[in-house]
């Protein structure tokens, strides 16, 4: 057996299976949002290895050249100070974080998740309610409700009213961005837009007690507006009737029906207070 050629296949086999770490999430986008926030992270991350780099290269240098061995190296015990030194070692790292602190101030603004996304289009308003162990999708203008899954078009902004009915929680999409909290009594809201169609994995980010592990959802991101509505009309169609305060107490604890429809919203609502 050829050593080196085995231990060539292990070292692929290894670069492989590091890389499928890789796939899906925040590294591969479907949105803007998401876009410019893996375009944040690859920046920031260069720019710091502009540091790293050079900081590894000279410890292995300076271990080699002044090791008590080296006949080369230069002994000057009375040496103290470098002004060349001192402008490196303090100005490039004053330069770097002042250009990040820069660019992630203005992004930090520019992909505040409460910003409206302005298209040509009206955003679609979905209230999302974490419950033990589901996601709740309430549609308030079309009257439906969907458990751990959620559909809308792509290139239309979406404009999520987040909350939660039991622990907090952590709303996320990771192919579309911007993570954030889903915690009783408060509703926080997230913009976000899907710009290819297909489906997204939503996760609970944070973890909040024996079963989060199951709070999973399904994002379909539909190719159009056409789809969608047909979405719409299957659910109206499939769903089970909420017609009153007792009858839809029943999708918190103990019906797991995946759609139901709605006639009041304030029924809903009181449920949500």
Not at 70 to 88: A, R
Request: net charge positive; with cysteine.
């Amino acid at each position: 057996m050829n050593f080196f050629k085995t231990k060539k296949n292990y070292f692929l086999l290894f670069f492989v299976f590091l890389l499928n770490g890789c796939s899906g999430g925040i590294t591969s986008p479907k949105g803007i949002i998401a876009i410019e926030q893996r375009n944040l992270i690859l920046i920031s991350f260069l720019v710091m290895l502009i540091v790293v780099i050079p900081v590894i290269f000279m410890t292995l240098f300076f271990s080699f050249k002044y090791h008590h061995t080296s006949k080369n190296s230069q002994y000057n015990p009375n040496w103290n100070n470098s002004h060349k030194i001192e402008l490196f070692s303090w100005g490039i790292p004053i330069i770097l974080i002042t250009f990040l602190a820069f660019l992630s101030w203005n992004k930090t603004h520019e992909l505040d998740p409460r910003k409206e996304i302005k298209t040509h289009f009206n955003p679609i308003k979905i209230k999302v309610v974490s419950l033990n162990w589901k996601w709740l999708f309430i549609y308030p203008k079309q009257k439906i409700i969907s458990i751990n899954e959620v559909v809308f078009p792509t290139n239309v902004p979406i404009k999520f009213y987040i909350t939660s009915k039991t622990v907090m929680n952590s709303f996320f999409i990771p192919s579309l961005g911007s993570q954030i909290y889903a915690m009783p009594g408060m509703i926080s809201k997230l913009s976000l837009i899907s710009n290819f169609s297909g489906i997204n994995k939503g996760i609970s980010s944070n973890y909040s007690g024996s079963g989060f592990s199951d709070m999973k959802f399904d994002a379909f991101s539909a190719f159009n507006l056409n789809f969608f509505n047909s979405w719409i009309y299957k659910v109206k169609k499939t769903g089970k009737n909420i017609k009153n305060l007792d009858n839809s107490f029943n999708i918190f604890y103990k019906d797991f029906k995946k759609y139901f429809v709605f006639s009041d919203f304030n029924i809903i609502k009181k449920l949500l207070d």
